[in-house]
């Protein structure tokens, strides 16, 4: 299993930004995923999840309305797309796979002006 994210950055607050998540070693398509982040010091908390198509999502109250997960099966792709960001928002962003039990190595959003 591999995972491998990109596109955190620092970003100011109100702005958006899109992360997404390459996957390979495992049929991208018959799985679950999940984007988690962590705060210094905390646990890995569920931002949002998706399922096999991409029909169900689930959220986090803290970012529904704001982030949205999407994903591209002929891609072996997952997304998150994330607007209105706060500083609360800050932290590393870690694409999952529950069934497999795979992490890829995060990326770090910042939320700062």
């Known amino acids: 299993v591999q995972l491998v994210e990109s596109g955190g950055g620092l970003v100011q607050p109100g702005g958006s930004l899109r992360l997404s998540c390459a996957a390979s070693?495992?049929?991208?398509?018959?799985?679950?995923m999940a984007w988690y982040r962590q705060f210094p010091g905390k646990e890995r908390e569920l931002v949002a999840g998706?399922?096999?198509?991409?029909?169900?999502?689930n959220y986090a109250d803290s970012v529904k309305g704001r982030f949205t997960i999407s994903r591209d099966n002929a891609k072996n792709t997952m997304y998150l797309q994330m607007n209105s960001l706060k500083p609360d928002d800050t932290a590393v962003y870690y694409c999952?796979?529950?069934?497999?039990?795979?992490w890829g190595q995060g990326t770090q959003v910042t939320v700062s002006s």
């Open positions: 070693g495992f049929k991208f398509s018959v799985y679950h």
């Open positions: 998706i399922s096999l198509t991409g029909s169900s999502t």
């Open positions: 999952y796979v529950p069934t497999l039990a795979g």
